[in-house]
């Protein structure tokens, strides 16, 4: 019978999603080009993967509802050009970006050699509480891997980064991997509003630092989460 009654309240929130959104959060998917951020992106979103894909010219987003915690949160996740001569038109985007995917090819180093500058630029144009989730992309290139999840794990404990390999490809860890990122946005968001409404706020907005804590390296397995429920994806 409860079983009944908590399909029933699901399908319920299904036909309502849309009518209440509690948050919108801007999500920035950054990197170097070519790592794979269209094609996690594009995972996400629409589980879906391109195999004649052509590199983001500019800025394009798509976005995601899903419900975290019992709120509906629309995720508005931007994909930005890794080509260098985009990066002075998509600083202009990391303003406002409560969250934020670093993507790196575990298969080219210099794309993880770049992973510092790219930390430093979002921190530069982005909320001075922005998530980073840092990505190594490619899983399904194991073999031809020449960045060691160590020295990725090493270098978002340093920076305190959240850290995941994905393979946009196969799908694995994608979908945990942003369901983290947009838990702990949620975490950041709903703590600034208790501190506020109780008149703690800090008046600098550095309310939450990240840097220091201890992070968490994600495996889909770890994450089957019950009160994170997919209801609906879109593209724009």
Known sequence: MNQEMNGVEAERMKENVHDKIDYVFKVVVTGDSSVGKTQILSRFAKNEFCFDSKSTIGVEFQTRTVIINGKVI??????????????????????????????????????????????????????????????????????????????????????????????????????SAFFKLLQEIHRVVSKRSLECANGKANTDNNVTTLKGSKINIISAPELAISDINTLSSCSC
């Open 74 to 175: 629309k995720a508005q996740i931007w994909d930005t050009a890794g080509q260098e001569r985009y990066r002075a038109v998509t600083s202009a985007y990391y303003r406002g970006a409560l969250g934020a995917m670093l993507v790196y090819d575990i298969t080219k180093r210099q794309s993880f050699d770049h992973v510092a500058r790219w930390v430093e630029e979002l921190r530069a144009h982005a909320d001075s509480s922005i998530v980073i989730m840092l990505i190594g992309n490619k899983g399904d290139l194991a073999d031809q891997r020449v960045v060691h999840a160590e020295d990725a794990v090493e270098f978002a404990e340093d920076q305190g980064l959240f850290f995941s390999e994905t393979s946009a490809l196969s799908g694995e860890n994608v979908e």
